[in-house]
């Protein structure tokens, strides 16, 4: 299909059309969340099933999107967005904390709001991985904002004397990698631990990277 439908305008049973579309944008999102996120995943899913799943139309489904893989590079931002967002309203509750708290924190809250449900992290890191170069285009930038992320939090911890003073881009892409590996891995029950204890050896992890072992912090 060349392009989207012309969506409806003007108002309709007391809502203005933007507000309809956002409506329906919304559940075309949460179906996709629950067919992509687990059976029979985004391979598997037709335009059909999800339209149905969200309780519309297949006509409504190409008023909002063009493919499924546009449903799947819009939610792939929203699962990042929500966990993004976790992070950013931690920052407030890690202020002033010294380096190993804050880090817990602000790690705390990633997991949290990226393993909240299992369907997100199938979707960060199972389902999108593999569809077009579209989207692992999308998913490395993604990853690059976490990273660019770490760099800042590492770069202020050296300038506190809390780090090593040094250039961070590649060890905190190593750094997300792991994450990211990690992460998966517990999702998928590879991995015998609590959320906690992951959470803990990732904080160790950042803590080794910041604090070699022959770096003593600046004398006061």
Do not use: C, K
């Not at 579309?21 to 067919?35: M, V």
């Not at 037709?46 to 006509?59: D, E, F, H, K, P």
């Not at 961070?168 to 991995?191: K, M, Q």
């Amino acid at each position: 299909m060349g392009g989207r439908l012309r969506a409806p305008t003007g108002r309709y049973g007391g809502r203005t059309a933007e507000e309809r579309q956002a409506e329906r944008r919304s559940r075309f999102l949460a179906a996709a969340l629950q067919l992509f996120g687990d059976a029979p995943g985004y391979r598997g899913t037709t335009v059909a099933a999800l339209s149905q799943a969200a309780g519309l139309s297949t006509r409504q489904f190409y008023e909002e999107f063009r493919t499924l893989e546009d449903v799947l590079a819009a939610l792939h931002l929203q699962v990042n967005g929500w966990a993004e967002q976790a992070v950013l309203d931690a920052l407030g509750d890690a202020d002033g904390l010294p380096l190993a708290e804050r880090a817990t924190v602000l790690f705390r809250a990633y997991a949290r709001g990226i393993t909240a449900d299992p369907r997100r992290i199938r979707i960060a890191f199972v389902e999108i991985i593999g569809v077009s170069p579209r989207l692992e285009e999308q998913r490395l930038a993604r990853r690059a904002r976490w990273v660019d992320l770490i760099r800042a939090e590492a770069d202020a911890a050296a300038a506190r004397g809390e780090a090593e003073p040094r250039d961070y881009r590649l060890a905190a892409t190593a750094f997300i990698g792991s994450v990211n590996g990690l992460l998966h891995d517990w999702t998928a029950g590879w991995v015998d631990a609590t959320l906690d204890e992951v959470v803990d050896e990732l904080v160790r992890l950042l803590l080794g990277m910041l604090r070699p072992e022959d770096w003593r912090p600046p004398s006061r």
